[in-house]
């Protein structure tokens, strides 16, 4: 900078002249500044943390070999690659992350945050395939997606329909879909012995896409009289109904209210009615055949 002044003496003589200031520049810490990105679940972007951040005009910038990871994200990698930073969440994760960067100007420094907030998106649902044992003449019920999940999408809605429309059927009998409580029913043919199957659908409606998986059901069909063990573990049992009269006072009546599944009359044999005391003398069980139809 620069200024001119004058200097006189007694007899009124005066000189001018001129000052020059030289301002010798120092050092400034660079400003680092938040940052904020969004991106969706399994996908990568740039972040471009410096964007926002300076050095206020310094005659010595910083340089983009100042940027420094000093604390790296919860959820997912960074990879550095010129002077952007690639960020990469984990497999099928969503929510939210951060890490913190330094940037420097020599021996000045400042810290800043990125936060990243990962969208969800949705995932197929795991479909697998599912084996099951039943008597001959005794029809079979499913609870075929038992096995299966939708546990990616922990903050999306569940699976919602279960189908066989347009799928592999049975070839010795025939399948009732419930879809009031996604349970499958199957009959076999009268008197079929050996492996039937079908196939179900199972889709996920959201958010969009619709996503759906399909899985393949065997049913080995034995005879009474094989001696083979149909498993409490391979076949389903629906939970008993219970009854409790009063403490003071006996069991008088109880009535069974049921609908039944179109189809399905013939197969009352197959149903019956067993009932046990939870108090009192033990073995007091009695198994009750439902009439025949």
């Not at 004058?6 to 009124?12: H, P, T």
């Not at 419930?178 to 996920?204: A, H, K």
């Not at 069980?285 to 439902?290: L, S, V």
């Amino acid at each position: 900078d620069s200024f001119r002044y004058q200097i006189c003496n007694n007899s009124g003589e005066c000189q001018q002249t001129t000052a020059v200031i030289k301002v010798h520049a120092v050092n400034d810490a660079p400003i680092a500044r938040d940052d904020a990105d969004t991106l969706i679940e399994d996908s990568w972007m740039y972040l471009e943390v410096m964007s926002n951040d300076s050095d206020d005009m310094d005659s010595v910038p910083f340089e983009i070999e100042s940027l420094e990871i000093v604390q790296m994200p919860g959820q997912g990698q960074l990879e550095m690659e010129g002077g952007n930073i690639i960020y990469r969440p984990g497999s099928n994760y969503f929510g939210n992350d951060y890490f913190r960067y330094v940037i420097c100007d020599e021996s000045l420094c400042d810290t800043a945050i990125a936060r990243i907030h990962i969208k969800a998106v949705n995932d197929a649902p795991r479909v697998r395939n599912d084996r099951y044992e039943t008597f001959t003449n005794l029809l079979l019920i499913m609870d075929v997606s038992e096995n299966d999940d939708d546990s990616l999408d922990l903050a999306l809605p569940d699976f919602s329909s279960l189908s066989t429309t347009g799928l592999q059927q049975p070839q010795h009998g025939f399948i009732y879909l419930d879809q009031e409580v996604n349970l499958i029913v199957y009959v076999p043919d009268d008197d079929f012995t050996g492996i039937d199957s079908f196939q179900y659908r199972l889709c996920d409606f959201g958010p969009e896409p619709i996503l759906c998986d399909t899985a393949m059901v065997m049913i080995n069909v034995v005879s009474e009289g094989s001696n083979r063990l149909v498993t409490q573990k391979e076949r389903i049992v629906l939970a008993p109904d219970r009854y409790s009269s009063p403490s003071k006072g006996s069991f008088s009546s109880f009535e069974i209210l049921s609908r039944v599944l179109p189809g399905l009359e013939k197969h009352y044999p197959a149903t019956k009615i067993d009932l046990q005391t939870t108090s009192g003398p033990s073995g007091n069980r009695k198994n009750f055949p439902a009439p025949n139809k």
